[in-house]
């Protein structure tokens, strides 16, 4: 199910799914800031009744989440939803999507933009078993309230690209990077991330020639719980749900948080992967940049030796890196692996009814 693009004046909601970081003193002036963005945009920004409720609260209340994300989804002149930031427990909330019959009606009934990242993984991956096209992207704080005097110029060419249509969408590197800020506070506000230009652009890992898959796939940390849940009540509803189902011939996108796991980390998350089949069918497989370029080296170095007999390109804008790009889930991706080319073959939304035009 694709939903339609986002047009000016349209409504976008602001969920906190993950953490409510959002919700706190420290955050405000971020709160303020990605508000101003979105609006500059044209857009109507609608900040959820649970969504500022702050991290104590939401982290005990992962129903109140959902209801949020609920009402987003019922509520029809909301026409985006954009995650406020990842976290590490938004699993908590698929029993109260998947058990919901009238979630999973309105998502049928009113197929609608969802974008966010890293521990939103696991909200793109449970969308998508009910059969939603949905967008790893920016999210609320860390993208349009972005400190500077602008959204990263890179990061925003890409959510222009939610107002538009396009037949085809060529994925290109961006030609400079930044690294991850240290100061988030007031005083930060105006002040440039420090800037690297980007020397080594995409790198192919191993394979060739010219292949298509479905994009499936998110942050590596997020999938690799999926497998080895780090606490009981983690694994029994990845037991029950079964959430991370790629197409066969996927074109597997994966990308490491922030918490930049140490290379032997990495070595298992891909084992796990591995042991589990999840590379065997799939097309080829995109590596995000690794935020700052920690491990960069070593990670390539470990996925030439894991993933010899796949099909590897790395060093892509998406996930935890900045600046970053648009990844949508199920459309179908071709990529010349020699040539270090990427390309979404159709459209990213529906196309509008012509006889209710």
């Not at 894991?306 to 790009?325: I, Q």
Request: charged share 25%; hydrophobic share 35%; proline share 4%.
């Amino acid at each position: 199910m694709k939903p339609y693009k986002l047009s000016e004046g349209d409504k976008v909601a602001i969920v906190s799914l993950s953490s409510g970081a959002l919700g706190e003193d420290f955050a405000r002036h971020e709160l303020n800031l990605g508000v101003k963005r979105l609006q500059e945009l044209g857009l109507e920004p609608v900040i959820m009744p649970n969504a500022c409720k702050g991290i104590t609260y939401l982290k005990n209340h992962p129903e109140k989440r959902t209801q949020d994300l609920i009402a987003a989804f019922t509520d029809k002149e909301i026409k985006g939803i954009i995650c406020a930031i990842g976290g590490d427990d938004t699993y908590k909330i698929i029993p109260y999507i998947m058990d919901n019959t009238d979630f999973i009606n309105a998502v049928k009934d009113n197929p609608k933009i969802f974008m966010g990242f890293s521990d939103s993984t696991i909200n793109h991956l449970t969308l998508n078993s009910l059969g939603l096209n949905t967008f790893y992207g920016p999210a609320f704080l860390t993208d349009f309230a972005e400190l500077d005097t602008d959204m990263l110029g890179f990061t925003k060419y890409w959510v222009l690209n939610l107002f538009i249509n396009n037949s085809q969408t060529q994925i290109e590197s961006s030609n400079v990077w930044y690294k991850e800020r240290t100061d988030f506070s007031v005083k930060a506000l105006g002040t440039p991330r420090e800037l690297f230009l980007e020397e080594q652009g995409y790198i192919k890992l191993s394979g060739g020639g010219v292949h298509e898959g479905k994009l499936y796939g998110g942050c590596l940390d997020s999938i690799f719980t999926i497998y080895e849940a780090e606490n009981k009540e983690q694994k029994e509803i990845f037991s029950k749900y079964k959430i991370f189902n790629p197409p066969q011939n996927a074109m597997l996108f994966l990308e490491t948080s922030d918490e930049k796991v140490t290379p032997q980390k990495f070595r298992k998350m891909l084992q796990v992967l591995k042991q589990n089949k999840v590379f065997e069918d799939c097309s080829g497989v995109l590596f995000g940049k690794p935020q700052d370029e920690q491990y960069l080296e070593e990670y390539n170095q470990i996925i030439k030796e894991e993933l010899a007999d796949c099909n590897v390109l790395c060093n892509l804008n998406f996930g935890h890196s900045y600046p970053r790009c648009i990844v949508p889930y199920n459309l179908n991706c071709k990529v010349d692996f020699d040539k270090k080319q990427v390309t979404i073959t159709e459209p990213w939304f529906k196309t509008e009814d012509l006889f209710n035009l």
